[in-house]
């Protein structure tokens, strides 16, 4: 079977890595899919699910906050500073979050506070757009 190898990183840890079938994340154009022997590419990532379809037909789901990727033929590299795992998502947090944003977003004082909080408004909605999507996946 083909596979290629997968690695998510984030800023803190190693979040994946792992042979797999097929990769498919939110690429800054669109929704990228990645299948073994791809084009080289590099290039920037949105926030967003990035889905997994491992060696044995299971999936996993990896939440980003943007990022890098770098695709070789055999290589598929993911790198974002934050990075957590699906099932490591808590819809709670996110949400908090996301009103901490608002709330940010209604009090900016500057075009760089109100950059900031649009930015972390944007990361937050894709944070909980994919907690939603792993679980409907459950």
Same mark, same amino acid.
């Given at each position: 079977?083909?596979? @290629?190898? !997968?690695?998510?990183?984030?800023?803190?840890?190693? %979040?994946?890595?792992?042979?797999?079938?097929?990769?498919?994340?939110?690429?800054?154009?669109?929704?990228?899919?990645?299948?073994?022997?791809?084009?080289?590419? @590099?290039?920037?990532?949105?926030?967003?699910? #990035?889905? @997994?379809?491992? /060696?044995?037909?299971?999936?996993?789901?990896?939440? !980003?906050?943007?990022? *890098?990727?770098? #695709? =070789?033929?055999?290589?598929?590299?993911?790198?974002? &500073?934050?990075? %957590?795992?699906?099932?490591?998502? &808590?819809?709670?947090?996110?949400?908090?979050?996301?009103? /901490?944003?608002e709330e940010a977003l209604k009090n900016a004082k500057s075009? @760089?506070?109100?950059?900031?909080? =649009?930015?972390?408004?944007? *990361?937050?909605?894709? =944070?909980?757009?994919?907690?939603?999507?792993?679980? =409907?996946?459950?």
């Amino acid at each position: 079977m083909n596979t @290629i190898h !997968v690695d998510v990183v984030s800023a803190e840890e190693s %979040i994946f890595s792992g042979e797999a079938r097929f990769v498919a994340l939110p690429g800054e154009a669109g929704e990228l899919g990645i299948y073994p022997r791809h084009t080289p590419l @590099i290039t920037r990532i949105r926030p967003g699910s #990035v889905r @997994i379809e491992k /060696a044995d037909g299971t999936e996993e789901f990896v939440f !980003v906050a943007g990022g *890098v990727l770098e #695709v =070789q033929p055999n290589t598929v590299t993911v790198l974002s &500073d934050t990075a %957590i795992r699906g099932k490591d998502l &808590d819809e709670e947090k996110a949400n908090e979050a996301r009103r /901490a944003a608002e709330e940010a977003l209604k009090n900016a004082k500057s075009d @760089i506070d109100l950059a900031k909080a =649009q930015s972390e408004l944007a *990361v937050m909605a894709a =944070q909980i757009a994919a907690l939603r999507k792993y679980r =409907q996946k459950k």
